[in-house]
């Protein structure tokens, strides 16, 4: 099979990176994708990097079997874990990753506050304090773990509006909503949540997350190498998870129809 023809592959640590399917389906509807949700092991957000790296290369082996022309990895966490290594591991193949939308949220402008919603690693990693390093000598950069809001995701609990209002108030009880310019939704998963925060935050915050621009990014890389599909194929959805249980699958199609 010509290269142009392959398949897509997107990863997550579990159902998160839907939301980046979403978008990259929206964006590219000839394409052929294949997403795979890291169920069993979520959340990657309190493991090591290591253990992740570990993960990340079991994934896209399986996706080089299946035939694959570039990756998504369409999670924030396992970018920062493990991106550059993965890179130069599959050299040959391009391979997208996501960071915290901290560039949009500052928008050029200075004496933002703005406050990052990610998990513990992505905060604590290299990579994003480099990033943060850029924006904060000129704004103030607020970091908010947020690991529970991925297991609300994994664990089917999204449409529980009790348990999500009461988490997210919880998240911002001690900050003063009238000094946040823009919340950042650093994590794959919390773009689901998008509804929610519009509606406990100021009208005036801005919200932000990055799928448009690693969809954008991906269509440039393919774009540029002639490996778009042409608009009359048709294109695919193929949905695999690690976990055994078949909800995860049901639960990512869910999602995907959100
Ligand atoms: N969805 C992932 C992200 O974008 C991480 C969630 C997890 O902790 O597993 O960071």
């Not at 979403?22 to 294949?34: R, V």
């Not at 079997?65 to 993965?86: F, P, R, W, Y």
């Not at 529970?148 to 108030?169: A, G, H, P, R, S």
């Not at 799928?211 to 490996?227: A, C, M, P, S, Y």
């Amino acid at each position: 099979m010509d290269n142009k023809n392959k398949a897509i592959g997107v990863f997550d640590s579990g159902l998160g990176g839907v939301s980046v399917l979403k978008e990259l389906i929206k964006s590219m509807p000839n394409e052929k994708f294949i997403y795979f949700g890291d169920s069993a092991n979520a959340p990657y957000g309190i493991k090591t990097k290591e253990e992740i790296t570990e993960r990340c290369i079991e994934i896209i082996d399986f996706f080089l079997k299946e035939g694959v022309k570039a990756i998504v990895i369409a999670c924030n966490t396992a970018t920062s874990a493990a991106a550059n290594i993965l890179r130069e591991k599959y050299s040959q193949l391009p391979i997208i990753g996501m960071e915290p939308a901290l560039k949009v949220a500052a928008d050029g402008k200075v004496d933002n506050t703005i406050v990052v919603m990610a998990t513990p690693l992505t905060l604590r990693e290299e990579k994003f304090n480099k990033l943060m390093s850029q924006y904060d000598d000129e704004n103030t950069v607020i970091k908010m773990p947020c690991p529970e809001l991925v297991n609300i995701v994994e664990n089917d609990l999204l449409d529980d509006e009790k348990v999500v209002k009461t988490q997210l108030t919880n998240y911002y009880k001690d900050l003063n909503m009238d000094k946040i310019n823009s919340v950042v939704l650093g994590c794959t998963h919390f773009v689901f949540y998008r509804d929610y925060m519009e509606k406990i935050l100021n009208h005036n915050i801005k919200i932000v997350d990055g799928n448009k621009g690693t969809t954008n990014h991906l269509k440039d890389v393919l774009r540029e190498r002639n490996e778009l599909r042409d608009e009359n194929e048709e294109g695919s959805v193929t949905i695999y998870n690690s976990s055994k249980d078949k909800r995860f699958i049901k639960l990512s199609e869910k999602l995907l129809n959100r």
